[in-house]
């Protein structure tokens, strides 16, 4: 099932010639992208530990020297990681618009925006040697589906400083009518939203403290009870651009007082949206609240695939690996998807988890590419509704109780006992005598 996703998501002619139609000044010779990609993968699948092993497992094939490859690795082009991660996204959608999927907006395309920081790396280049602090090596600011669970697309960031609402101005220009796009309050600026306004698209965006200036403001609405609160709306208007003429009337405030304060404290939130009118503010409430999901997906993003390589320290190299792991997760969540399908009659709840997925690919996929020759393995058909019931009848031959999520108790809220000196900290103990003395006090 992963190969003949991956066959259809990525085949090594597109991304050739995806590199053709987006790259700037790099040029193929000897070694072509999809090469660069193909070791990349394997470190991200787990099967390499670095991408150094991985190059010398295809030393055979690896037409030119290690100091070439990494030289043609640190100057990939951001332009074309973005190219490469919406590309092979539009490619998985056809196969997934043939299943039943639940809209989270029906007869809307639920967009959500944030940032995700690439930790600290080694300090293998010459420039970073003798540096005391950490050295960041950028950022990208990630476009998601939660209903299909695909990274749509994403805007690399060489520069870890740059303000992540430089990339998201890159990124709502991919914006269409009939999507909504979901923001924290970082993205509630004049630029950001009337950019995705001038567009058709919709948004339902956190309002930030400091936000755009308001030209009016309705009356506020009866409050309502919903889930988690109360919540009411009114109507505001401001000015973009300094230009009079393009003043929205239309948009509208929603103010929800919640019943228990978040984790900030915060009592109140306040969003900012120009959804139509029909779509109600407990609609809008509750819709925000499904902003967690993009955290939860950088999480399974970290725990199952390799995609913060720390051994690759300039900016391009690691965003490169990064890219590089979002390929395969759209294949692991187009392959959640087709799973809980195909088990629907038998396991209606059925919630497949991505990550015991990922272990379950990642622990057999090596063994059959050293296994079977390569003109034995499976190919994507090209019509996508026969390779979907292509995978429907081998995903029926999985274990769901293998699969399926492990569902765990509230966590236990812990008490911050705040900073303590460097010998408390440096302390140790056994944890064997532990164990015994509190048996004797039992």
Not at 125 to 147: I, Q, S
Not at 245 to 272: K, Y
Request: hydrophobic content about 40%; proline content about 5%; aromatic content about 4%.
């Amino acid at each position: 099932m992963a190969r003949l996703a991956l066959d259809q998501a990525l085949p090594a002619q597109w991304i050739d010639e995806v590199f053709e139609q987006n790259r700037q000044r790099q040029y193929p010779r000897e070694l072509l992208f999809s090469s660069i990609v193909e070791l990349m993968s394997l470190v991200a699948l787990g099967l390499s530990p670095s991408l150094h092993a991985a190059a010398r497992k295809m030393a055979d094939r690896l037409p030119v020297s290690m100091a070439a490859l990494y030289a043609k690795v640190k100057r990939t082009e951001p332009a074309l990681l973005r190219a490469l991660v919406s590309g092979s996204a539009q490619r998985l959608e056809p196969v997934l618009a043939a299943l039943d999927i639940e809209q989270s907006l029906p007869g809307w395309q639920v967009r959500l925006i944030d940032g995700n920081h690439l930790p600290a790396s080694e300090k293998r280049l010459a420039e970073l040697r003798g540096l005391r602090g950490a050295a960041l090596p950028g950022h990208t600011l990630v476009a998601y589906d939660p209903d299909s669970s695909l990274v749509c697309d994403i805007v690399a960031c060489e520069d870890a400083y740059e303000s992540e609402r430089v990339g998201a101005a890159q990124l709502i220009d991919s914006a269409q009518p009939g999507q909504a796009w979901i923001g924290d309050r970082h993205f509630c600026t004049a630029a950001l939203l009337g950019g995705l306004h001038a567009r058709g698209a919709g948004f339902i965006v956190r309002e930030h403290a400091k936000h755009p200036r308001l030209q009016q403001q309705g009356a506020w609405s009866t409050p309502s009870a919903t889930e988690t609160g109360q919540v009411r709306e009114q109507s505001i208007e401001l000015i973009l651009d300094g230009n009079e003429s393009n003043s929205c009337a239309n948009w509208r405030r929603i103010e929800i007082e919640l019943h228990t304060p978040t984790d900030s404290g915060d009592q109140t939130i306040t969003l900012w949206s120009n959804l139509p009118s029909a779509i109600t503010a407990q609609t809008i409430a509750q819709l925000y609240r499904k902003r967690w999901r993009i955290e939860g997906m950088f999480g399974r993003l970290e725990s199952m695939l390799n995609s913060e390589i720390k051994t690759l320290g300039h900016p391009r190299a690691a965003l490169l690996g990064f890219a590089v792991a979002v390929l395969p997760y759209n294949v692991l969540s187009l392959l959640k998807v087709v799973t809980e399908q195909a088990h629907r009659t038998t396991h209606p709840t059925l919630d497949v988890s991505t990550y015991h997925l990922g272990l379950e690919v990642a622990s057999s996929y090596g063994s059959m590419l050293v296994l079977v020759p390569s003109e034995h393995l499976p190919c994507a058909d090209v019509d996508p509704q026969r390779l979907l019931l292509r995978l429907l009848r081998l995903a029926s031959g999985l274990s769901p109780k293998q699969l399926a999520t492990s569902k765990r108790g509230p966590k236990k809220s812990q008490v911050n006992e705040g900073y303590v000196d460097g010998a408390t900290a440096r302390a140790h103990v056994s944890t064997a005598r532990l164990i015994a003395e509190q048996g004797k006090r039992r």
